[in-house]
């Protein structure tokens, strides 16, 4: 007890603050709500003198000496008892032993007394316990700052009162990183408001004309049609934390067109995988994909790319896989008068069997265009247009199409969308047609 004794004025003072419950001379009562307060703050740093002048305490008048003593007693019974340990027990075991007999009605008093406080630790211990296996089982393959959170809402929603380091330890994590995450919330709030808004933006990027993309797609249209300059890595950061999955590739689950016969005619790969020779009309690609659609519904689809441009210059849609698409599809590229082509233009495909077949290279002959094709077995050597099929198929909702002519329509629909508004992280985030231009000024 401290030499310090109040006058009747401080006695006064102290008396009218709520965190006292009684005073006297020489001593001070404090409420069990105080002392709680005082520990959770002074484990998460703060110096005693400061929380007792934050909460109303002049320390001149009861003295520093006082404070760190509460300090020390309060901080060893609750070491040692818990959150029992700071209950206030003077009330019911102070005071010398009483030399009479207590009569019954105090005997019994006294025992309900004793039974309401088993009654409370056990209940506590139960609660205690089911939350610990609900904790250690959340916590399962959490990063610290998740775990942190799960203890937060823990101790709130259960008012787990000094409960913290025991939580942190149960679950292997650092109570000083406790309670910096606490004191970061302000930040963290806005940081995440910061992310909704963004969300928000990359989300109108992400479903703009009606097909989903990724990263990169997305970076380019908001650059070019939003005006907005995102990184790359943050883009990808916040699809990731909202779950925005664009969608990927799939390797094709089909067979290949049957083997060439002996009639058929392989020619030379003279691309050798120089896609990006920097010519328009050059270089062009071809290859027929399969279009499965209204459940047991097939069709095919024969395109004519650009590799220097990525610009899909001709394209046939059919329900047969004859050799009529593909022939149909070099009649459709001759008769665009849109497109230019060099003199020294070939075309590049497969050794399949439409591409092998005299009928077609005759055609070809007749328009004065070249013919490559890839090594067998070498999907590589025609990459870019695989690449393209790849994405049509991730991004075209075409199996829900009932019929042929409602197929050709999303085809059409995102023809167009590809070659005007579809832009490329290789062709300096331009689209294909803008390319096209780029080059030709060039």
């Known amino acids: ?13 102290l008396q009218r603050n709520p965190n006292v419950q009684r005073v006297s001379e020489r001593a001070i009562t404090y409420t069990d709500a105080f002392k709680n307060k005082f520990l959770d703050e002074y484990l998460t740093g703060k110096m005693p003198r400061q929380i007792f002048m934050e909460n109303g305490f002049d320390v001149d008048v009861i003295g520093l000496k006082r404070i760190e003593q509460s300090a020390y007693r309060w901080k060893k ?3 040692k008892n818990g959150l029992i340990g700071l209950t206030d027990s003077r009330k019911t075991g102070s005071g010398s032993p009483l030399k009479r007999e207590l009569s019954p009605s105090e005997v019994i008093e006294r025992q309900e007394a004793r039974i309401k406080l088993l009654e409370g630790q056990v209940e506590l211990l139960k609660k205690l316990e089911v939350t610990e296996r609900r904790l250690l089982n959340a916590s399962a393959n959490l990063n610290p700052s998740s775990v942190y959170q799960l203890i937060h809402e823990t101790i709130k929603q259960n008012k787990f009162k000094r409960m913290t380091k025991y939580f942190c330890d149960l679950l292997d994590v650092s ?11 302000a930040s963290r709030e806005s940081r995440e408001k910061l992310d909704i808004e963004v969300k928000e933006i990359i989300l109108k990027a992400f479903n703009r004309r009606g097909y989903k993309k990724g990263s990169r797609s997305i970076k380019m249209i908001l650059e070019n049609e939003y005006n907005l300059i995102f ?23 089909y067979k290949k067109i049957a083997k060439a016969t002996k009639e058929h005619q ?5 691309l050798n995988r120089e896609f990006k020779q920097g010519v328009p009309g050059k270089v062009l ?20 790319k650009d590799s220097s441009t990525n610009q899909i210059l001709a394209y046939h849609v059919s329900d047969r896989i004859t050799l009529d698409i593909a022939t149909k599809t070099i009649h459709k590229l001759i008769n665009n008068k849109k497109v230019s082509l060099h003199k020294d233009a070939f075309i590049h495909s497969d050794q399949g069997s439409h591409y092998t077949s005299p009928r077609y290279q005759k055609l070809l002959k007749k328009y004065g265009l070249g013919q490559s094709m890839s090594r067998r077995g070498n ?15 991730d991004e075209v909702d075409y199996k829900s199409a009932r019929t042929l002519k409602e197929l050709k329509s999303k085809i059409n629909h995102y023809m167009v969308y590809y070659n005007n508004y579809r832009y490329q992280w290789n062709l300096k985030k331009m689209t294909p047609i803008q390319y096209r231009n780029h080059l030709q000024v060039a």
């Open 1 to 13: 007890m401290s030499k310090i004794t109040f006058s009747t004025r401080e006695i006064k003072i």
């Open 77 to 79: 019974a609750y070491e």
């Open 175 to 185: 109570r000083s990183g406790y309670y910096s995450y606490l004191k970061a919330s």
């Open 231 to 253: 990184s790359r890595k943050k883009i990808q950061r916040i699809m990731k934390k909202y779950g925005i999955v664009c969608p990927h590739r799939r390797s094709n689950p």
């Open 266 to 270: 392989v020619v030379p790969n003279k």
């Open 285 to 304: 690609l071809t290859d027929i994909t399969y279009l499965p659609y209204n459940g047991n519904s097939m069709a095919y689809l024969s395109t004519i």
């Open 379 to 393: 999907c590589w050597d025609n990459a870019p247009q695989e690449s393209f099929f790849g994405h049509l198929k």
